[in-house]
């Protein structure tokens, strides 16, 4: 497994394994490595001949007062952790690796729409900081595949939607979240939690999976289903962002005749802000 840190030692790496006719799979990161993230790259292993993992912790999508100063940077853990795992190469850029300019004067990617509603309308520029990053590591890899936890929904759809605007030649792949035995969707900001915390936080998975039996049973008053899982949570201990019924394909709320839905919640519990999702089909 190699560790890179420049763009131009990447590009040259990159080459020889293109020239030798090899697929290339990406997964991106930005560290703290999980179980989750360790399924992203056995997935892409099955799907590519080389697996590169990026770690990069992208300050262009934290808003100001959020984590970015205080996110967990754990280099040497993952890369003993990816060496485990079928990853052929760890690219990790500094900040002034992909980001030469100041932030300010930076060239944007924005994904209109999708990007402003749910946890783009409590952390505004946030998607548009991830599409930037996306967009950039995708140029940087040229990869024919990468790999994405479907926890982050919003932002899968985001780059969905991202790459075919721009007409952006790579296969993006969807893998479906890792859960604790207790239902809790495995995310670096599980770290945040106290053991008081902890012990509260599976609610989220449990509250969602009541609302997908009431929806599967018949129930379609969305507004009434929202309410009483927001109350479930804070009766929980978590202070509920949002709790929303969205179609799957744009994240709309859902008219009579939609039957692919998707629970997207978004809820605090101290400084951390969890989001998990369960797709349910009526
Ligand atoms: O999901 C993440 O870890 C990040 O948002 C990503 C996709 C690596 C972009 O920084």
Excluded at 21 to 43: F, K
């Amino acid at each position: 497994m190699i560790t890179l840190h420049k763009v131009d030692q990447l590009r040259r790496q990159l080459s020889s394994w293109r020239l030798a006719g090899q697929r290339i799979a990406l997964v991106p990161t930005m560290g703290n490595l999980h179980v989750g993230h360790l399924r992203l790259v056995e997935r892409a292993k099955m799907l590519a001949d080389r697996v590169i993992v990026t770690i990069f912790v992208n300050p262009l999508q934290f808003g100001a007062g959020e984590d970015f100063a205080s996110y967990p940077r754990t280099l040497d853990e993952d890369r003993r952790k990816l060496a485990e795992y079928p990853t052929d190469l760890v690219f990790a850029p500094s900040v002034a690796e992909v980001y030469p300019r100041a932030q300010e004067e930076q060239t944007r990617v924005e994904v209109p729409g999708l990007s402003n509603i749910l946890c783009g309308q409590t952390r505004p520029g946030h998607f548009v900081g991830v599409a930037t990053v996306v967009c950039k590591l995708f140029n940087m890899t040229q990869p024919d595949v990468a790999v994405f936890g479907e926890k982050d929904f919003q932002q899968l759809l985001v780059i969905r939607r991202m790459v075919e605007d721009l007409q952006i030649p790579v296969e993006i792949v969807g893998m479906a979240t890792v859960r604790e035995p207790d239902g809790l969707a495995m995310s670096s900001r599980n770290g945040y939690l106290t053991p008081e915390q902890r012990a509260v936080a599976p609610a989220i998975y449990a509250v969602m999976s009541r609302i997908a039996e009431r929806l599967r049973a018949g129930e379609r008053d969305y507004a009434a289903l929202e309410s009483s899982a927001g109350r479930a949570l804070q009766d929980a201990g978590l202070r509920p962002d949002y709790f929303q019924i969205r179609r799957v394909e744009d994240l709309l709320p859902p008219g009579g005749d939609d039957k692919e839905l998707v629970i997207l919640v978004a809820a605090y519990l101290g400084s951390a802000r969890l989001i998990d999702n369960r797709t349910v089909t009526l």
